[in-house]
Structures are given as C-alpha cells and as structure tokens.
C-alpha cells in the first residue's frame, strides 16, 4: 500500500483521538512507518526526531530489541490469564515486588490497569472507598486543578481540569472540585513566583474550607503539568501545598503517568519535589509505551486499610497485570536501571537540555524557556517586551508546531505553548539537533506571523 492509499483508508474508517475528524479528513495524515532511537519514519522516507517520546512514554526510545524478547518469551510462555480469584502469574508478582521496590518507602502496594485513565478511575473508588471505612463517608470531594490532564474516560476526564472536555458529554462525576493551577507565566507575572506558588496554596485552603475541611477526600495533581503545557510550579508551591493537606487531613495523589521513570531525572516526580503521596497513577513510561499497562501504587496507609477493613474490593479489569505487559515492563524497568538512565537524566542531560533550551528564550517569540528533567516549554509571545500574547485566531503553537514537523521535528503545542519530553536515551548531538530545528521553527513561525524584532519595535 502507498502512502494515499493508508490515507484514504484512514480518512474513511478511522476516528481518531483527540482530533477534529472533518478537518484531518481534509487535510490527512502523516504515516508512520517505523522507529529507531528517537527517530521516527514516515511512509514517505522522513526522518523526525521525536522530541514527544511518542505521548510522552517512549522513555527507553524505540527499537529495543530487549523488549521485544521479553514480549515475544512470555507470549510463548503464558500469553494472557488474569489476577481475578485467587490467582496470579509470575510477570504480576515480580513486577509488583519491583514498583514496591523503586517507589517511596511508604508505597508497598501496586493495583494494576491498561491505561493513565483507568488508574485515575481506580483511583477515584480507593480515596471514597478509604474514607468510607475510616467511618468518614463525608469525605468524597476530590479537589484537582484547572487544567490538570488525568485521562479521558469519565472519571479521568471529570478529575481533569481541561473545559473543553467537560463541555463534551457531560455532566462531569459529580464531588469533583477545581482549585488553581501553578502556572506562573500564564497566570502570575504580575507577582513574584514564589508569592504566586503560596497563593495558589492558599487558594487550595480556601477551597477546602469553603467544602467543609470534613468533606475533602483528595487533592490530586501532577507534579509538574504536562498535557496542559509542561508546567513547571514555583519552588515554593509543594511545600506550601503539602502543608496545607497535612493540616485537614487529605490524601495526596500524585498523577506521576508522565513524570514517573525517570522524566524529571528522579524515578517518580514526587522524588525530586520530596512529596508523600498516599496513591501514585501510574502509565506511560511504565512500559516505555511498548505496551499498554498502568497501575496505581498503594501507599501504606490507605492499602493497610483497604486489607484490613474492606472485604472485597469491587474492582479490576480482564487486563489488569496483564502477563505480556507486565513481563515487558519488568525488563523496561531492568534497562532503565542497569543503564542508569534515570541519574543520567539527572546529572547529564536534564542540565544539558536546560542550557541549550535556555538560549532559545533569547529569541524574539520566545517570552519564557523553561525544562525541567527531560520536559520543557516555550512561551510564545507576540511581544517580547510587553509579553503580550498573539491573537488566539492565529493559531501560533500550530504554526510552529507545523514547520517543526515539515523540518523533522515533532514539537508539541499546547496553544501557544511549545512542549517538549524527548526520550530518556537522547544523547547531547541530538539535544543539539532537537534545538536548532526548533529554532529554525520559531524563526520561520515570526516571519510568518510578521513579528518584528525588539531591537526594530524599540
Ligand atoms: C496521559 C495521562 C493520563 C492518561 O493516560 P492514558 O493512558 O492516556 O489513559 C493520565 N494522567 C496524566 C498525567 C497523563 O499525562
């Protein structure tokens, strides 16, 4: 099949996620073909330099022939037989056994899933389910940000803070409330960050109280915000925040589905912040994407219970633990620590990447460079002076994102905010590469959108 034929077949039969069917319909799509490292193919011989790690799981890069084995082993092995009634398999035990292992001290459990989302859904029936045998039933509100992405099932969705997804099918599970996001440079430059991190504490507090500090369940974030713009908090937002829990009482969910595996150069973001979370969603990088597994891991105080008092819990899916996902993301996990890629990232390439990105805010579009780990944005501006930002009608993160693609580069925008998280195996000439061709990008996005040069406007 050629590439029109892929994409004939696909405008005629395929809905895709995340998308506007008639307009893709128009324009069509780009076919993907096959993957090395951190490069991708299209059917038409490109190579692009996946500066997205897929969807922010492709940790380990593509092509680990390590990974196929394992699936391929344990698909001879025993390809499927699940966690239900009294049963297990040996991929289940060992990767539990190993989370437990790699997770904060106080995270001995792991309850596992398909997906980002079906951990959130997990998640949503352990908090209420917790409070409900401590004999605290009223605790049920769950307090998340604007903003936040947590999945897009119901209860994903409806724990999310983006609007546009509770405008679509709802109503939204109800005793969900949104409190403020971090999101200094969008929201808070007209103070300090470190005022701007508090008030958004204390935005939380006034939160709970006006629920009633005896009906908040949980506060649930990422430790930094990736689908909503890689959004890196103040460092005085955490503590704050963590202060503000421990005061009524309220579980801490950490969504570490991007940040977990090494993103911020700690295995859980929650390392690198020093967070306690009581429950850690957890997906993506979990099995570098190869395959589709999540898990929500446990922390002591809510599992002791869950055991001790619960009886059954009425919960799981056909796959959850399944034994080829599992068995694979066992050895993801072996790879990621024979080869140290997690300190690399750390040491070597989250500081290295942090260099090279931080020229970039020279540029004139460019009003904010940040990253963190192996995440990172751009804050576009119309403006450099000023900050103002461009007219929502011209689509800016768009453009860009397009002349970063047509130059071989995938560089998502999230509006008009350029996001990075390569995966973990990059090396420093690839760094170097993912940078000049967003540069090359961000100077043909201000010619296009006519943006004068400060030393010009002065
Ligand atoms: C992607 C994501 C999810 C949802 O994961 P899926 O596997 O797509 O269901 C949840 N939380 C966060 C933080 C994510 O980035």
Not at 97 to 121: W, Y
Not at 290 to 306: E, F, K, N, S
């Amino acid at each position: 099949m050629q590439t029109q034929d892929y994409q004939a077949l696909d405008r005629q039969h395929h809905l895709h996620p995340f998308t506007d069917f008639k307009s893709l319909g128009e324009e069509g799509t780009r076919v993907i073909t096959h993957a090395d490292g951190v490069y991708i193919y299209d059917s038409q011989g490109n190579q692009i330099l996946d500066g997205m790690a897929g969807l922010w799981c492709v940790n380990l890069g593509y092509g680990r022939q390590e990974l196929v084995d394992a699936a391929t082993e344990q698909m001879q092995q025993l390809p499927y037989y699940n966690n239900f009634f009294k049963t297990t398999h040996p991929p289940a035990v060992k990767l539990a056994a190993k989370l437990s292992e790699l997770a904060p001290e106080h995270i001995n459990h792991v309850f596992f899933t398909g997906s980002g989302s079906e951990s959130n859904d997990t998640v949503l029936r352990m908090v209420r389910r917790y409070w409900a045998l401590k004999g605290k039933p009223g605790k049920q509100w769950i307090i998340s940000r604007e903003n936040g992405y947590h999945g897009s099932t119901v209860a994903g969705m409806s724990l999310g803070g983006m609007a546009p997804m509770h405008d679509q099918g709802g109503p939204c599970v109800p005793g969900i409330a949104h409190t403020c996001q971090p999101y200094w440079f969008g929201e808070g430059r007209d103070m300090s960050q470190e005022a701007f991190g508090k008030q958004c504490a204390q935005a939380l507090e006034d939160q709970i109280l006006a629920l009633g500090e005896d009906n908040v369940a949980a506060f649930i974030a990422e430790p930094v915000q990736g689908a909503g713009g890689a959004i890196i908090p103040p460092d005085s937002y955490w503590p704050a925040v963590q202060e503000v829990l421990a005061k009524y009482d309220i579980l801490l969910i950490a969504d570490e589905v991007i940040c977990g595996f090494g993103r911020l150069g700690e295995w859980f973001g929650s390392n690198h912040y020093g967070l306690k979370p009581d429950l850690m969603p957890i997906a993506k990088g979990l099995s570098s994407g190869y395959l589709p597994i999540g898990a929500v891991l446990v922390g002591d105080r809510v599992a002791d219970t869950l055991i001790e008092d619960g009886g059954e819990f009425f919960h799981g899916f056909t796959y959850s633990g399944h034994p080829v996902c599992a068995a694979v993301a066992l050895k993801n996990l072996e790879l990621l620590e024979s080869e140290r890629v997690v300190e690399k990232v750390r040491d070597d390439l989250g500081p290295y990447l942090a260099k090279r990105w931080q020229a970039l805010a020279e540029h004139p579009l460019v009003g904010e460079a940040r990253s963190l780990g192996l995440i990172g944005a751009l804050e576009l501006v119309a403006n450099k002076r000023t900050g103002e930002r461009f007219d929502k009608a011209l689509s800016a993160g768009n453009v860009c994102r397009d002349f970063c693609f047509e130059n071989g580069l995938v560089m998502r925008s999230v509006g008009d905010t350029m996001v990075i998280s390569p995966p973990l195996i990059i090396t420093h000439s690839e760094i170097d590469e993912l940078v000049s061709k967003a540069r090359l990008a961000l100077d043909k996005t201000a010619e296009a959108l006519a943006v004068t040069h400060p030393m010009e406007s002065a």
